[in-house]
C-alpha cells in the first residue's frame, strides 16, 4: 500500500492549493477541478478538510467520480496514467494531472473535459 494513501486528505489539499496558488491560480479553482472529478459539493469539502479522512478513503468515498476522467492522459511523475494499474492510485493521479494543468495556467473549461 502506498504511503500517500494513508495521509490525511487535508494535508494532500494543503500541498495542492500551495502549488496553483504560487502560479497565480485561486482556491476556488482548485475546489472547482476537485469537484468536477469527485462529484463532493463545496460544503462537503469543507467539512472533509476539518476531519481527519484519508487521501484513500476521500476517493474511495467520492459521491460521483466523473466519467469523463478516464480522457485525462499523459504523464505525472514520469508515469503515463493509462498505464497505471492501481485503480486507486489512477484516481489519484487523475487529481494530480488536473492540478499541474491548473498550475500551468490551462483554462478550466478546457481542464474540465
Not at 502506498?2 to 482548485?30: C, H, P, Q, W
Amino acid at each position: 500500500m502506498s504511503k500517500i494513501f494513508s495521509m490525511e486528505y487535508s494535508k494532500i489539499y494543503d500541498a495542492l492549493l500551495n502549488k496553483v496558488e504560487r502560479k497565480g491560480r485561486s482556491k476556488t479553482e482548485l475546489d472547482e477541478i476537485i469537484i468536477w472529478l469527485t462529484g463532493y459539493s463545496e460544503v462537503d469539502l469543507d467539512k472533509i478538510y476539518k476531519s481527519d479522512i484519508s487521501y484513500a478513503e476521500f476517493f474511495q468515498n467520492a459521491p460521483s467520480l466523473n466519467p469523463n476522467r478516464h480522457e485525462i492522459k499523459g504523464s505525472i511523475c514520469g508515469v503515463k496514467i493509462q498505464e497505471i494499474e492501481d485503480p486507486l492510485m489512477k484516481e489519484i493521479r487523475y487529481l494530480d494531472k488536473l492540478v499541474d494543468e491548473l498550475a500551468r495556467g490551462k483554462q478550466i473549461s478546457k481542464i474540465k473535459r
